[in-house]
């Protein structure tokens, strides 16, 4: 969790200093609070201001790649961030940041799409040197590799007769209870 955080951070930071083009004042103001809420973990109110600022540039490698990190990091809908994640890809050419490599491969992960996400954190893996808190995050990716590997094995094995079954409003909502 601390090196996720601590990319998030780095991420947001660099798009702050690397974002130089043309925005209107609402657009600069919405971007300055969807930053506040997503470095802040307010999550929900920056998957709503990166939706809006999408409107005024639906290609900003930037603001796909933030919007990404709000649903990611937001724990609620987790799986719509691989849409944006995958946009701001598309949309990055030469200048990709490598942590949206490392994040499509945390969010196919996420659901059980180990053969793409084994292939995300090895590009990912392939950018990072192993220096410092590289070598950390390095070794926490080989490690998402074998967990994908063993996912992989376990996927392959029978179904064993497990039911689910909704215990009922006093026990479950209409979220995920795990």
Do not use: W
Not at 15 to 37: I, P, W
Not at 40 to 47: F, H, L, M, T
């Amino acid at each position: 969790y601390f090196y996720t955080r601590l990319i998030l951070v780095m991420v947001v930071a660099m798009s702050c200093a690397g974002n130089v083009t043309s925005q209107s004042k609402e657009e600069k103001k919405l971007l300055k609070k969807a930053r506040k809420a997503l470095t802040e973990g307010n999550y929900s109110q920056a998957k709503i201001d990166y939706e809006q600022l999408l409107n005024y540039n639906s290609d900003s490698q930037d603001y796909l790649f933030e919007a990404g990190l709000s649903y990611y990091n937001s724990e609620v809908e987790r799986e719509k961030s691989i849409i944006y994640f995958s946009r701001a890809l598309l949309n990055s050419g030469v200048d990709t940041i490598p942590e949206l490599l490392y994040y499509l491969g945390r969010g196919y992960h996420f659901i059980h799409e180990f053969d793409k996400a084994i292939d995300f954190y090895n590009r990912f893996r392939a950018l990072i040197d192993n220096k410092g808190p590289n070598e950390i995050l390095k070794r926490d990716v080989n490690h998402y590799i074998e967990m994908c590997n063993n996912g992989k094995q376990l996927q392959a094995l029978p179904p064993n007769d497990i039911t689910i079954e909704n215990m009922g409003e006093k026990i479950n909502s209409t979220f995920g209870e795990y």
